[in-house]
């Protein structure tokens, strides 16, 4: 077992298995380290997934009954393969979700709901340390088969033009065809 998190501590059992007690929390200021917590053993289901980001991410099993709980319809929306936040008026207070959501529609080839996508646009990403947006990039270039999904999906809910304007400078720049010839074409469409 592993210990991880220092805000949110998640105990990792082996490689597939995330453990995190029920927690209250509330957001106290800037940043994703102004929370206050306090864990609540008998916190219901439903609200210890109320703030969960994603429904796909809200979605519980027993581990002594084998029981999957689904408050939020997760499963429903992992069969249409579609992000959901679970609930717009906590999902901004976390602003790497909006990068979270690039990468795992990359990685899972998922679609992004509209209202998701327009809490996302909202969202001031000033706020986020290099390293953890590094970390989400690394996710999204690493572990997806088309990275360039995320990239258009990061472009999509505004994080390109906030964290990335080297980038954004480089969409739809012609290049020369005598050293790009194979398909500099498919790369600005898929933006």
Same mark, same amino acid.
């Given at each position: 077992?592993?210990?991880?998190?220092?805000?949110?501590?998640?105990?990792?059992?082996?490689?597939?298995?995330?453990?995190?007690?029920?927690?209250?929390?509330?957001?106290?200021?800037?940043?994703?380290?102004?929370?206050?917590? %306090?864990?609540?053993?008998?916190?219901?289901? #439903?609200? #210890?997934?109320?703030?969960?980001?994603?429904?796909?991410?809200?979605?519980?099993?027993?581990? !002594?009954?084998?029981?999957?709980?689904?408050? /939020?319809?997760?499963?429903?929306?992992?069969?249409?393969? =579609?992000?959901? %936040?679970?609930?717009?008026?906590?999902?901004?207070?976390?602003? !790497?979700?909006?990068?979270? %959501?690039?990468?795992?529609?990359?990685?899972?080839?998922?679609?992004?709901?509209?209202?998701?996508?327009? =809490? /996302?646009? #909202?969202?001031?990403? #000033?706020?986020?340390?290099? +390293?953890?947006? *590094?970390?989400?990039?690394?996710?999204?270039? =690493?572990? %997806?088969?088309?990275?360039?999904?995320?990239?258009? *999906?990061?472009?999509?809910?505004?994080?390109?033009?906030? !964290?990335?304007?080297?980038?954004?400078?480089?969409? +739809?720049?012609?290049?020369?065809?005598? *050293?790009?010839? +194979?398909?500099?074409? !498919?790369?600005?469409?898929?933006?």
């Amino acid at each position: 077992m592993n210990v991880v998190g220092e805000a949110f501590t998640v105990y990792k059992l082996g490689t597939h298995l995330d453990v995190s007690l029920p927690r209250r929390e509330r957001k106290t200021g800037r940043g994703h380290r102004a929370f206050f917590i %306090a864990g609540d053993p008998e916190m219901s289901f #439903a609200d #210890a997934t109320s703030r969960r980001d994603f429904t796909i991410n809200a979605i519980l099993q027993d581990p !002594l009954t084998g029981e999957i709980i689904d408050p /939020c319809g997760g499963r429903a929306d992992l069969k249409e393969k =579609l992000l959901r %936040a679970v609930s717009p008026e906590t999902f901004s207070e976390d602003s !790497l979700r909006v990068l979270r %959501a690039a990468q795992f529609a990359a990685r899972f080839e998922f679609d992004i709901d509209p209202q998701t996508v327009s =809490l /996302c646009r #909202a969202i001031d990403l #000033a706020d986020l340390p290099s +390293e953890r947006v *590094w970390g989400e990039m690394e996710k999204l270039l =690493l572990h %997806a088969e088309r990275p360039s999904v995320g990239l258009k *999906w990061l472009r999509d809910l505004g994080a390109i033009d906030q !964290l990335f304007p080297e980038i954004k400078t480089l969409i +739809e720049v012609p290049q020369d065809r005598e *050293w790009h010839p +194979e398909a500099m074409s !498919l790369f600005i469409h898929a933006w």
